[in-house]
């Protein structure tokens, strides 16, 4: 009668049976919701995620820069961090200019530089120290790519990497260049007063030298095709021009007769790697250096997607272009869409024609 009575009670009052297991409301331990980490001004100071240790940089590569310089970095003055992971920092530099050791900055100068570094920790400068400055110019604005204290042990390798051409490297045991893997040999009594040469090839270090322009620009493709080429099929137009009043003379480019080797005087760099302009076959031959009367502009066209090395993207994606010739270079973004751009550089590859015929 007992056991009838008490299945009774609880098909009543089923929560009173479990009452005692539930604890009192002064019982439940609630954690609070963790504070969220405060956000440092734009430029001040580090701003850690998680990931791992911060990845140590690679060694700077001086010969690829087209500005290097030793001097003082008199300010630097933090800019607007973007909240991607990780942050981009921005900065602005101030130097005087000591010693130029490549491009057309001179000494004395009081130059100002950008500065844009995507890291987990905001970018520690030499500020108020001798250093050595190496980057570009682009659109007029010169941007910073390696900024390290001035070291006197370090300074003559410095110095030799920017003594040659841009995608030249190697020390002078052995230097190589763009050409060294092609099987021509540089006539042995064609110097051009060159002070190294290639170990390989024995194609002497030619300069751009000072006085002429130099310009690329993309070539527009054939056929636009919305979402798929934006920057074009590949072509892109070097033009090589002389602004002054007396003629100038430009080692790097080389001609026979009137006709100018393109394809033999440029390199272009993609992917930490150097490459010969495709279609180059190296200079076996004795050549001349091109020299521009006042106001002469000439141009040539080099297109990187008939390259046999790069890691080309699948899907759509961005590699960027270094074209080079001598010391001077411009470095072009190219969007690549695999669906399209793949059968141009078959088309390439199979030496067909990516225009019309008569274009």
């Known amino acids: 009668m007992k056991s009838l009575f008490l299945a009774f009670a609880i098909l009543v009052h089923p929560v009173a049976s479990f009452a005692k297991k539930v604890p009192a409301p002064d019982r439940v331990q609630i954690k609070p919701a963790p504070r969220p980490l405060p956000r440092p001004l734009p430029g001040r100071g580090p701003i850690l995620r998680p990931g791992g240790p911060v990845q140590e940089k690679a060694p700077p590569a001086w010969s690829g820069h087209q500005h290097v310089f030793t001097g003082t970095l008199d300010k630097v003055m933090a800019g607007p961090v973007g909240r991607s992971f990780p942050p981009m920092f921005t900065h602005k530099l101030t130097f005087t200019v000591k010693e130029v050791i490549r491009g057309d900055i001179k000494p004395g100068d009081q130059v100002t530089a950008s500065h844009v570094a995507r890291q987990r920790a905001a970018p520690v400068f030499p500020e108020g120290k001798a250093c050595v400055f190496g980057g570009d110019k682009s659109r007029g604005t010169l941007q910073a790519k390696n900024v390290v204290e001035f070291d006197p042990k370090k300074i003559d390798a410095i110095r030799l990497a920017c003594a040659l051409p841009l995608g030249w490297g190697g020390d002078l045991a052995k230097i190589r260049s763009p050409w060294a893997d092609l099987p021509a040999k540089w006539p042995v009594n064609l110097k051009e007063g060159a002070k190294h040469f290639c170990a390989s090839s024995g194609r002497p270090a030619l300069g751009f030298g000072s006085g002429a322009s130099f310009e690329v620009q993309k070539v527009p493709p054939e056929a636009e095709i919305k979402w798929t080429n934006p920057d074009g099929d590949g072509e892109y137009k070097i033009t090589v021009g002389n602004p002054t009043t007396q003629p100038v003379t430009v080692p790097a480019l080389r001609r026979i007769g009137e006709k100018i080797l393109w394809d033999e005087s440029v390199a272009i760099m993609c992917q930490s790697k150097t490459y010969p302009a495709p279609g180059a076959k190296g200079l076996s031959f ?57 059968g141009i550089r078959a088309k390439l590859k199979a030496g067909k024609p990516i225009r019309s015929v008569g274009d």
């Open 286 to 342: 004795e050549t001349l250096p091109v020299t521009l009367s006042p106001g002469q502009k000439v141009s040539g066209i080099v297109n990187p997607l008939a390259l046999e090395g790069p890691n080309w993207p699948k899907g759509g994606y961005r590699i960027s272009f270094q074209i080079c010739l001598g010391e001077r270079s411009s470095t072009q973004s190219f969007y690549y869409m695999s669906r399209h751009h793949d």
